[in-house]
């Protein structure tokens, strides 16, 4: 059984570092990641979110329901804020700003990024090139979409590194990371970063010391969204 990394525990929840290529759920008798963490830490756990399986990072698990009724409430109302880090190969359409529109269905399970914007996905970006056919995105979602932030670089021209699903170069992972997470649980402001399971191409010098630059992303200055 797969060892899953604790970053954090509280009373009401523990916060894990999912490795790439997990499945959430168990599948074809595959045990997913939530099923892991119970074993593990042989207790109950309620799933709150959720992160696709070439995805790395954190996750958060509520251990109790009362814990997994107010996670529901804090992310239904926009108030976890999510950051996440990427590798592309493709010079993307541009290199910093905001991708929003309506996530309509496509072929085989797939989405993509419509012109129209009735109840948009909205992904916030900073990029930084920092090899040949490497550049690193750190990521701001303000929604929660099936495959949002996979979309949202695809409709740059620069799908996610190991993405095959939506046109990314081969390689040994998918590069799409959840980096921090920041929220108020009570009376605290929490903030968690998950500096491992940043392996292959995150490991490269010019891309970690960038990384190492980032570990407060909650601190980034992101432009506030019209009408936040």
Same mark, same amino acid.
């Given at each position: ?24 759920? #168990?599948? =074809? ?25 070439? #995805? ?12 997994? +009724? ?8 926009? /108030? ?5 880090? +990427? ?16 996530? @309509? ?17 909205? %992904?916030?970006?900073?990029?930084? +090139?920092? /090899? ?10 303000? #929604? ?19 993405? +095959? ?23 605290? =402001?929490?903030?968690? %970063?998950?500096?491992?399971? @940043? ?15 980032? #570990? ?8 506030? /969204?019209?009408?936040?």
């Amino acid at each position: 059984m797969q060892k899953l990394r604790l970053v954090a525990e509280h009373n009401d929840f523990i916060v894990v570092n999912k490795p790439s290529g997990i499945n959430f759920h #168990t599948e =074809s008798g595959e045990l997913g990641l939530v099923e892991l963490a119970r074993q593990q830490f042989a207790i109950e756990l309620w799933p709150v979110h959720r992160l696709d399986k070439l #995805t790395s990072g954190l996750l958060l698990l509520a251990k109790n329901k009362s814990a997994a +009724a107010r996670f529901q409430e804090l992310f239904s109302q926009g /108030l976890v804020n999510k950051y996440y880090l +990427a590798l592309v190969s493709n010079k993307p359409k541009k290199k910093q700003g905001l991708i929003k529109g309506d996530m @309509l269905k496509a072929r085989n399970g797939s989405w993509k990024l419509g012109h129209s914007s009735d109840n948009p996905a909205i %992904t916030q970006f900073f990029s930084f +090139a920092l /090899l040949p056919k490497r550049r690193l995105f750190l990521l701001k979602p303000h #929604t929660g979409r099936t495959h949002q932030l996979r979309v949202a670089l695809k409709s740059l021209g620069a799908p996610i590194l190991g993405d +095959a699903r939506y046109g990314g170069e081969p390689a040994e992972r998918g590069y799409l990371h959840a980096f921090g997470l920041q929220f108020n649980w009570g009376e605290q =402001s929490l903030h968690f %970063t998950a500096l491992d399971n @940043l392996d292959g191409d995150f490991e490269r010098f010019e891309i970690a010391e960038k990384i190492a630059s980032l #570990t407060k992303p909650w601190e980034v200055a992101f432009p506030q /969204l019209k009408g936040a």
